[in-house]
């Protein structure tokens, strides 16, 4: 399986356009962890909002139909929670500062985690199993997307190093 690793949202558009013109039937579409930053976001996504409802993530009653066709679209991405046990021909993982590479060892940033009003127990392991999750939905080539933000270069290179083709 091809894997490609960008910092531009541009790339994968362009990657797209390529993929509709040679493989018409495939699918793809924006992955995203319910975990990710919106400011992270943005430097890949300028104007998106992924809060709670956030209008450029997809609704728990639409994931069928963005399976279907929508997920083409780039325009919404679907969380975790709505790609469980479903794959793409080729997803597109947007990181969001949530699951880093940091001095050679992988981090869940636990700061945006409150425990005083959440129940999560573990909220690290929540969020390197999001990735898990995220990361296994691939059928025939997958690209990830890793914003410009200093948070990212370690994860950035971390992928290049491994032998990802860049796109």
């Not at 948070?151 to 290049?160: K, R």
């Amino acid at each position: 399986m091809r894997i490609f690793v960008t910092r531009s949202f541009e790339a994968v558009k362009q990657r797209t356009r390529d993929l509709n013109k040679n493989h018409a039937e495939w699918k793809y579409g924006i992955l995203i962890s319910n975990f990710a930053e919106q400011s992270v976001i943005r430097k890949a996504l300028p104007e998106w909002n992924i809060g709670w409802n956030g209008v450029n993530v997809v609704a728990n009653d639409r994931y069928g139909s963005w399976f279907a066709a929508d997920c083409k679209l780039l325009n919404k991405a679907c969380s975790v929670y709505g790609n469980q046990g479903l794959e793409l021909d080729c997803p597109i993982v947007i990181f969001g500062g949530e699951y880093v590479r940091n001095n050679g060892k992988w981090i869940a940033r636990g700061y945006k985690y409150d425990r005083s009003k959440n129940s999560y127990k573990d909220p690290e392991s929540i969020v390197e199993n999001n990735f898990r999750v995220l990361l296994t939905r691939a059928r025939k080539e997958m690209i990830l997307l890793i914003p410009e933000d200093d948070i990212l270069d370690e994860t950035y290179q971390y992928f290049v190093s491994m032998g990802m083709d860049l796109l």
